[in-house]
């Protein structure tokens, strides 16, 4: 899906020596020597970025990282200045708060095209309180707002929302409205048939995405640690698998949903069971009305890959939420594996892949096959609150999107 070719409406003559404020979501993962172990968030903001250095602006580049309570030195944000002066062929610039007086000098001896860093926007409570008048503080040192950091969009916080009230205009980057595109508008309007494949721990965590998804979809393919409510509501027999025993009322009303819809419902056939929730567990599969008294379903079985594989063989779309069982034991991970490669290779197929966040594409990660999708959503909430249907806060707020 084509990008658009501007942030936004600005032109170059918006641009030209103007301080934007672009909030970004560098929320990166880094190990106890504070190294980046993944920096596809950061890579993901370098289009938008590069763009309005190469129009002349001076950015002002903000995020959060991880959820410190105050100032938190393990929270700070130096540590990926290396990374992105590399990334952007400049020297970025760092400065040791977000708001303040050192932040308005360093922003004002900024030259055009230079990229400022600011310190993580959370060392402040008011940045998650949507405090007017720190929203405001953080407005102070720019005259527009872009906002590329869509898996921040969920949350209406200073630097997402409140800023939007201080600057005009407020637009969308590229990141943010190639999620959008996808999470959106490929959803809204998607090639058929159009499948859901949904997954992931527990029903009550899904059910918004799998009712919204219901009303779209062609078919809906089911793995994961849910399924045995699903099982259960049917009267089959779970053993130790992971239940919600409060749920099952709304399982049985989920597949009655599906039927009278009109969408041909996929639960896995058959089971990898375990004898406990480890890596080496004893392992062996069985059929999925018949999983053994002590034994838990931890990944879905040959047979389920087979069906899903060739169901997915006829679909245009496909968007995949939740990994199909405990993938990261490698015992169990052979069921979200073969998913992901047959996703891969339906996108060399031309159907469109999309991945909605959190552990599906830390899944499709592992395996090697982030570039084969069509597209990789960089928000684990933000994807499943679009997927839900709800409108995001930090979206809402902008002029063009
Ligand atoms: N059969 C199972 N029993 C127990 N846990 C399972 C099972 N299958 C998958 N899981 C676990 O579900 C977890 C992922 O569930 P989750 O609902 O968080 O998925 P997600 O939506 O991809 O991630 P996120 O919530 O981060 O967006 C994984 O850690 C995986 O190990
Ligand atoms: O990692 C994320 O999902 C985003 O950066 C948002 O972080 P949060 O859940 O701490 O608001």
Not at 195 to 201: D, E, R
Not at 230 to 255: C, N, P, R, W
Not at 258 to 273: E, F, N
Not at 298 to 325: A, C, H, Q, R, Y
């Amino acid at each position: 899906m084509a990008s658009k070719r501007s942030v936004g409406t600005l032109t170059e003559s918006d641009l030209k020596g103007k301080k934007v404020f672009l909030r970004a979501d560098l929320n990166v993962p880094l190990d106890d020597s504070q190294k980046i172990t993944d920096d596809t968030r950061i890579r993901a903001s370098v289009p938008t970025i590069k763009f309005l250095m190469g129009k002349g602006a001076k950015v002002i580049l903000a995020s959060h990282l991880g959820r410190p309570k105050g100032v938190t030195p393990k929270y700070s944000l130096k540590p990926l200045v290396p990374r992105l002066s590399e990334l952007l062929g400049v020297d970025v610039v760092m400065a040791n708060d977000c708001i303040g007086e050192e932040v308005q000098k360093l922003a004002a001896t900024l030259p055009d095209g230079g990229v400022l860093l600011l310190e993580n926007v959370r060392f402040y409570k008011e940045e998650e309180k949507n405090d007017p008048e720190f929203a405001n503080k953080l407005a102070s040192v720019a005259d527009l707002y872009v906002n590329d950091a869509f898996g921040t969009a969920h949350r209406a916080h200073a630097s997402t929302e409140g800023v939007t009230k201080y600057l005009r205009p407020s637009v969308a980057g590229f990141l943010m409205q190639k999620e959008l595109d996808y999470l959106v508008g490929a959803v809204a309007n998607p090639k058929k048939p159009f499948a859901a494949i949904v997954g992931g721990s527990k029903v009550s965590t899904k059910i918004g995405v799998i009712e919204s998804l219901l009303a779209k979809v062609d078919i809906l393919i089911l793995g994961g640690g849910m399924i045995y409510t699903f099982y259960k509501a049917q009267g089959y027999a779970v053993g130790k698998s992971l239940v919600e025993e409060d749920k099952l009322e709304l399982a049985t009303s989920l597949i009655e949903k599906a039927k009278s819809k009109g969408v041909s419902l996929l639960l896995p056939t058959d089971i990898v069971v375990a004898d406990k929730f480890a890596a080496d567990a004893e392992s062996k599969t069985v059929p999925a009305s018949a999983i053994p008294d002590g034994w838990m379903g931890l990944d879905i079985g040959p047979d389920s890959i087979k069906t899903f594989s060739e169901t997915l063989d006829t679909t245009k779309t496909v968007i995949w939420n939740g990994p199909m069982g405990v993938f990261e034991f490698e015992k169990f991970a052979a069921g979200t594996d073969a998913i992901a490669k047959k996703l891969a290779d339906i996108t060399a197929k031309g159907v469109t892949t999309i991945i909605g966040g959190g552990d599906s594409v830390a899944a499709v990660e592992k395996a090697g096959l982030a570039d084969k999708m069509s597209h990789i959503s960089t928000g684990g909430g933000a994807s499943l609150e679009l997927l839900e249907g709800k409108t995001l806060p930090g979206v809402l707020a902008l002029n063009d999107a």
